[in-house]
């Protein structure tokens, strides 16, 4: 069996091995019983001389339950615990190994008990169940060996049979590996990251979604693909109904998102995959089940936004079509959810979410997820609170009490009634500020010495832009064009970004909309555009460097961007300019295609506007040479704020470190002010700070008279702006700026307290 000569497992030996594991699971005897048959079974079939079993038990222990080749006398006795061995390491990480020389693994651990002293070659998967490790299966060989990729899948579908055994319950009592004690009946509460903003209380119901695979092996392939293909159109048709009611509903965004996800479901490699595991002998449930667990093993250790969320969405399909599968057309129970529910998954699609009935569902509490899912972006359209926070699933039983605070990314377990009291007032509270912030929506954002202030929106999405008139913002100060191309699976062509930023004109009317151009890369990357993994990805090739680098793309979105104005203002921002040659590089594209646009006779912008972000701190160094070629120029804060501090703002550990509103950040904005008003540009800032009411009342004090932000800061500010005395706060400010402090935000409120300034 040694050297290149050993014999290959292929398609029929795997075929063969499933009709056999189908006997034993069809047979007599115990858990134990069958468990030491399959292990032999796989040792022969696969020509191993070691098969071995281990099960989780309580306390995160594997525990070798059965073997096929190491000492008998191991079973029972030898434990490992997680991450501990290579056994523990394939637990740890839930996914498989294949190693052809496993005692140079660094996670290797010697068992003299157990015997495997001979054994060079290691192959092993974990035991899912669900999104749960439940043990690992391995197999072994005394000589060197590379294991095919056919040995590997073979393992994962036997370790799916086997978790049919732990489940049910015939190995270990699944009481033991559960919470034991009374703590669970107690209050508690989880931190985690607030996605959706919002204060919500309701019972919790646990999104569900996976089935129970009660048989593994088919007995009749051809059956199975025709059940897999049926239950496949009946899905398709299913999300073509979510995609008309929600076009009738008028939510146009989720629609958009929503068509993405179809096509996820008609993802060639997905269902190829699919029908192969089914061709092997598998039930069309347990190759849909055991593709989605390859997948999540192989994606697992990936940490990019896009592909985790994109691995959620094939983890919503999966879930769909396994409910297709059973002849259910959804997850949902009407008749038995309460009328105010709190949805808690460890992950969920878009589709999954609109399942449920809305007019009940009052916030989302997800164990995985980011602000940009899916998910969370349908969730926003619908303002339902979102947060996202680990072990809820652990924590939360079903009809609990909850309270998801979105707006603090906070969840109240079981909350004590003064918890319950305290939230009700906190509830109380906004609906007041909301009346407030109604009835001043059509007043001017006018100081209170008559300082003239424009509100304007930060916007991403054609959801985004009915919160113009609701918020009674003047325009749109930074559209966020990236955004679309980022839920797309592959890179959209003029036509259809034209289609796109006409419609957004169409929304705005009127009102004026600065087009930010493609920024992405850093944290986020197009799953359609390779760069390589960078080691200082905020530092790295993103944003204008891209579109210099590969100017047809940034052709391409200004080309869309001049026929979609047709005729019309347009303005158009670059982001990232770190030097005032990369501003001229950009504008010259921009030049070539207003030649092209003409030379084709079509209708030019009515008026242009090209302008900047300041986001990178070289470029205050070269304002006399940049702002003469401007029309408008924007600061980005977030990023200014981490490039001048040094100071990654996604890592908790420095984000909070330095403070904008500190001395030397506002003698930077002092300085854009002064250097803008001498060379007539226009200013704005459309980062964080302008949404924050005392951070904007600094920025109006430093001299700043456009500010954009989010819809819901909107109301805030302009309450604090309409309060506020401009002379007095800018006499105030004119000593602060040389001062060492490390945050002027202390000083700034309490001039607010005692000018009746409402932060």
């Known amino acids: 069996m040694g050297g290149g000569m050993q014999p290959r497992f292929d398609g029929t030996s795997s075929r063969r091995l499933l009709a056999r594991l189908r006997d034993i699971m069809a047979g007599s005897g115990s858990g134990q019983d069958r ?144 919470t034991t004690g009374d703590p669970v009946l107690l209050p508690a509460r989880l931190s985690g990251t607030a996605m959706s903003a919002g204060l919500a209380m309701g019972l919790a119901v646990i999104h569900r979604p996976q089935l129970t695979i009660r048989q593994m092996v088919a007995e009749d392939a051809d059956a199975e693909l025709e059940r897999f293909n049926t239950a496949l159109q009946t899905m398709h048709s299913a999300i073509d109904d979510l995609l008309e009611a929600a076009s009738l509903a008028g939510l146009s965004e989720p629609r958009d998102i929503l068509e993405t996800y179809r096509m996820f479901a008609e993802d060639r490699g997905w269902l190829s995959r699919i029908r192969e595991a089914i061709r092997v002998g598998l039930t069309a449930e347990a190759a849909v089940q055991q593709v989605q667990n390859d997948t999540r093993a192989r994606m697992s250790h990936l940490t990019d936004p896009y592909i985790r969320e994109r691995l959620m969405d094939f983890e919503d399909l999966t879930n769909r079509l396994l409910q297709h599968l059973a002849g259910k057309t959804n997850g949902t129970d009407g008749a038995t959810l309460p009328d105010d529910m709190i949805l808690v998954a460890r992950s969920m699609g878009p589709a999954e979410l609109l399942d449920y009935d809305r007019t009940r569902l009052r916030g989302l509490l997800l164990e995985e997820g980011s602000p940009a899912s899916h998910v969370c972006i349908v969730a926003r359209a619908l303002n339902i609170p979102v947060v996202q926070a680990g072990d809820a699933l652990n924590r939360i039983e079903p009809l609990d009490q909850l309270i998801v605070d979105g707006d603090h990314g906070q969840v109240f377990i079981r909350p004590a009634e003064d918890i319950q009291m305290a939230f009700s007032e906190a509830v109380a509270l906004q609906h007041r500020k909301e009346q407030m912030y109604a009835e001043i929506r059509n007043l001017p954002s006018v100081t209170r010495d008559g300082v003239p202030i424009s509100i304007q929106l930060n916007c991403g999405l054609l959801i985004d832009l009915p919160h113009l008139t609701a918020s009674g913002a003047e325009g ?130 009515s008026g242009l506007r090209v302008g900047t972000m300041l986001e990178v701190p070289s470029l205050l160094w070269q304002l006399p040479a940049l702002l003469p070629k401007l029309d408008f120029l924007s600061v980005g804060s977030n990023d200014l704020m981490q490039y001048l501090f040094a100071a990654d703002r996604g890592n908790p550990r420095t984000s909070t470190r330095y403070d904008p509103l500190s001395p030397s950040m506002l003698c930077v904005m002092r300085r854009l002010v002064d250097e803008c008003a001498r060379h007539k540009v226009s200013l704005s800032i459309c980062g964080e700070m302008a949404g924050r009411p005392l951070d904007a009342m600094a920025l109006i004090g430093v001299g700043f008279r456009t500010l954009s932000m989010s819809p819901p800061s909107v109301g805030p500010v302009k309450t604090m702006l309409r309060s506020l005395d401009v002379a007095a706060l800018r006499q105030y400010m004119s000593g602060l700026y040389t001062g060492a402090d490390h945050s002027l935000r202390d000083k700034l409120k309490t001039f607010g307290r005692d000018h009746g300034v409402i932060i």
Not at 115 to 133: C, N, T, Y
Not at 138 to 155: A, G, N, P, S
Not at 503 to 524: A, N, S, W, Y
Not at 555 to 580: D, N, T, W, Y
Request: proline content about 6%; hydrophobic content about 45%.
């Open 35 to 178: 468990l030491d048959k399959i292990v032999t079974l796989i040792a022969a079939e696969m020509k191993a001389d070691v098969c071995s079993c281990y099960v989780m038990r309580a306390g995160e222990v594997l525990e070798l339950f059965s073997t096929e080749g190491l000492n008998k006398t191991a079973v029972h006795n030898t434990r490992l615990r997680v991450g501990e061995g290579i056994v523990g390491y394939i637990a740890g990480h839930a996914r498989p190994v294949a190693l052809d020389n496993a005692p140079s693994h660094p996670s290797f651990a010697y068992r003299p008990e157990t015997g495997e002293d001979p054994f060079q070659s290691l192959a092993g998967v974990p035991i899912l169940r669900g999104s749960k490790v439940r043990g690992v299966l391995v197999i072994q060989h005394k000589d060197r060996r590379r294991y095919v990729e056919e040995e590997v899948e073979t393992l994962q579908t036997i370790a799916m049979v086997v978790a049919e055994l732990v489940a049910q319950s015939e190995l270990v009592n699944p009481v033991e590996v559960t």
């Open 476 to 605: 749109v100060g930074l559209y966020r064009t990236e955004i679309p191309f980022m839920v797309r699976a592959s890179y959209p062509d003029v036509t259809a970004q034209t289609t796109l930023y006409s419609r957004i004109m169409d929304e705005v009317g009127d009102k004026p909309v600065v087009f930010r151009t493609l920024d992405v890369g850093g944290d986020k990357m197009l799953p359609y555009m390779t760069g390589g993994e960078e080691e200082n990805p905020a530092l790295g090739w993103r944003a204008v460097r891209i579109g210099l680098d590969h100017p047809s793309l940034l052709r391409q979105q200004l080309r869309a961007l001049l026929l979609a104005a047709a005729g019309r203002p347009l303005s158009v921002m670059f982001p990232m300019i770190a030097e005032v040659a990369e501003f001229d590089g950009a504008r010259r594209l921009l030049e070539l295609e207003l030649k092209r646009l003409e030379a084709q006779g079509l209708a030019p912008p």
